[in-house]
């Protein structure tokens, strides 16, 4: 079972665009973790987010969490051809002591040149 | 240095076969994770090992699953009876810090496993 959902499921912009994912969850989190997937390759880590943090930077990327509403944002500004992949969230639970991810079922981004 | 590594990276099984999916973790890293990502979908936690003990096996979804770490580098996930629900990519993951510490996690390429 996953934690939550990710919205949109695919979204589609020209380059230069930004582009927003937005992530729900259900319950306490330690943090919350945005991974990158390409087609056909393992997950790349973007960017951690702790329970106790509302945003976070790294270079294009911008992580909001709001955990009044359960929910995270990622942004990425200015976007290239080569953000083409799916985005996925994921939690790592307040009561879990393994630090295992709940991971959403993930955003499809294409990003036209 | 190098990353997290997995083998086979394709693997084609009749059903009803064993199989033995390979990780080799980063080089000093504590804890390992496999997960099972179906087509679509996002990762599903099946296991967790910290050192060479397997403390969380949560996410197995059957007893035809089972994983080992005997000297806490390499893990081996292996799936007796494989049946065609089974065909999934199988993805690893290793993180430097034990439970609690709460740390990124470094995913593996991952062994697309396909049950004929």
């Known amino acids: 079972s996953q934690q939550g959902e990710e919205d949109p499921q695919a979204l589609s912009i020209q380059e230069g665009e930004n582009a927003t994912m937005n992530c729900s969850y259900k319950?306490?989190?330690?943090?919350l973790q945005w991974y990158r997937q390409n087609s056909g390759r393992g997950l790349v880590h973007l960017i951690l987010i702790r329970s106790n943090e509302r945003e976070k930077h790294s270079g294009r990327l911008r992580v909001t969490l709001d955990t009044s509403k359960k929910s995270s944002s990622l942004l990425i500004t200015a976007s290239r051809a080569a953000d083409t992949a799916s985005y996925f969230c994921?939690?790592?639970?307040?009561?879990?002591?393994?630090?295992?991810?709940?991971f959403g079922q993930g955003t499809t981004l294409q990003v036209k040149p | 240095g190098a990353g997290v590594s997995q083998s086979p990276r394709y693997k084609v099984a009749k059903r009803g076969q064993d199989v033995a999916l390979r990780c080799d973790p980063i080089?000093?890293?504590?804890?390992l994770f496999w997960y099972q990502q179906a087509l679509g979908q996002g990762p599903e936690f099946l296991t967790y090992?910290?050192?060479?003990?397997?403390?969380?096996k949560s996410g197995l979804p059957s007893d035809r699953f089972f994983a080992e770490r005997p000297e806490g580098s390499v893990s081996t996930l292996k799936i007796q009876r494989t049946q065609q629900e089974d065909s999934a990519v199988y993805l690893c993951?290793?993180?430097?810090?034990?439970?609690?510490?709460?740390?990124?996690?470094?995913f593996g390429p991952g062994t697309r496993l396909t049950v004929l």
């Open positions: 090992f910290q050192n060479e003990a397997q403390l969380d």
């Open positions: 080089s000093g890293h504590v804890s």
């Open positions: 319950t306490s989190i330690n943090n």
């Open positions: 993951a290793s993180s430097s810090r034990q439970a609690g510490g709460r740390d990124e996690q470094f």
């Open positions: 994921a939690t790592d639970r307040g009561s879990s002591n393994t630090g295992k991810l709940i």
